[in-house]
């Protein structure tokens, strides 16, 4: 009997989803060709309620990573005339790309507590785990990956960028640079009132080489010999071809 009394408290504790996701993207493939130059996602979609609309008003935060790597970061300074690597940190894991847009200032529509639940900043989405004891302010490279990958538009924070309709209809785009690395690409899509997150959506975006890009890629990790060889072939022909033309130039 008290086991049967503790599961129906325990059920009517539990919180009910009354407002949902219902998204849709512009593509959920990207094809990586030879002459990708960067694409755009259209994200959209609508709020699904069982109740009437609240009077705090909602917020959308939508989130789109690349595939997280280690990355290695080193610091230079200035010695006798010539900049030299002093110091390196291994970042555990950072996302290869990052993009956030959000309906408003995003330390309006996101509370510290729920970014650390969730991890939604950047800052937050790089897994750093631990420094040696022998590198001064490790905070410093991660810095240093948020403002290099910022600059190159593979990081990007759009406050504002999500436009909401009447508290139902939302809707932004997502710039993908053409330096995109291969994988699948999470999406997450948060509904937020006053801070506090009260539903979330995640898809994926699947990022693939295809064409002579996907067999370039096939081939130099299985067979790297064959890949080398053809790479040196192709420079030899190519610097030969280019001394050709500059002498027939040279004799007209």
Known sequence: MRMLFALVLLVFALPTASEEVVLGLSKDK???????????ILVFGAVKREAPIQDEPLDVIVAVAGPSEPVVVRRKERRF??????????????????????????????????????KVTIPRAIRSVGAPSDVKDAQSFTDAIIRIRTEN???????????????????????????LTEGSYPARIFLTRQGRVVSLFETTIDVQKVGLERWLYNLSR?????????SLAIAIFAGWGASAAFQVIRQR
């Open 30 to 40: 990207v094809a990586i060709t030879a002459t990708f130059d960067g694409s755009e």
């Open 81 to 118: 005339g010539i900049w030299v690597n002093t110091e390196a940190l291994e970042v555990d894991e950072a996302p290869s790309f990052y993009a956030i847009a959000t309906t408003g200032p995003l330390s309006d529509v996101l509370s510290n507590v729920e970014d650390l639940r969730h």
């Open 153 to 179: 538009g593979t990081y990007s924070l759009q406050e504002g960028a999500v436009a909401l309709d009447q508290q139902t209809l939302f809707r932004t785009s997502i710039e993908l640079p053409s330096n």
């Open 222 to 230: 299985e067979m790297p010999l064959i890949y080398g060889l053809m």
